[in-house]
């Protein structure tokens, strides 16, 4: 077993209520998630609430796509808390952290965080190909993605 962080961070020219209605409601994740293009076919079930605390999404579509399902579990408007759980290709749950941190100068600073713990096939290929290797690309992806969004 071993313990994981990947952290990105970018300043977005809007304000953290604006930002936060892109992140605390998942419908509004397909203008900006990072693998919104990996499958044209995903098929998405969105269950609990709107938005906030409760708000459930889950997924399903092709070999790299996978399937999983994220909940919201905290919601304030500084920080945003989803619980994360792929069951293909491989089995895992993390945390997901979106922290909104508006600077003096105006423009928001998000950092997005996920956290968790790599078990068998995993944590051997974390000896190997770090988890910040693996998916930090595609929070930098994501996060430009969402600074246009919130900007537009």
């Known amino acids: 077993m071993a313990d ?9 020219s809007a304000p ?17 998630s990072p693998w919104e293009d990996v499958d044209p076919q995903l098929q998405r079930t969105y269950s609990g ?4 605390v409760g708000a459930h999404y889950a ?18 408007e500084r920080e945003i808390g989803v619980r994360l759980e792929f069951l293909k290709p491989f089995k895992a749950a993390n945390d997901v952290v979106f922290e909104l941190n508006p600077t003096e100068s105006g423009p ?37 993605r969402l600074k246009a969004a919130a900007e537009a």
């Open 16 to 32: 953290p209520a604006r930002i936060h209605a892109l992140i605390d409601n998942f419908r509004e994740w397909t203008k900006w």
């Open 49 to 52: 609430a709107e938005s906030g």
């Open 108 to 144: 928001t600073e998000v950092v997005w965080r996920m956290s968790g713990q790599q078990h068998g096939l995993m944590a051997l290929l974390g000896k190997v190909i770090s988890m910040d290797r693996l998916v930090g690309k595609d929070f930098e992806k994501g996060l430009t």
């Open 59 to 76: 997924w399903s579509g092709n070999r790299k796509a996978g399937a999983g399902s994220m909940e919201l579990v905290s919601d304030d």
């Open 4 to 12: 994981f962080e990947v952290v990105r961070r970018i300043v977005i």
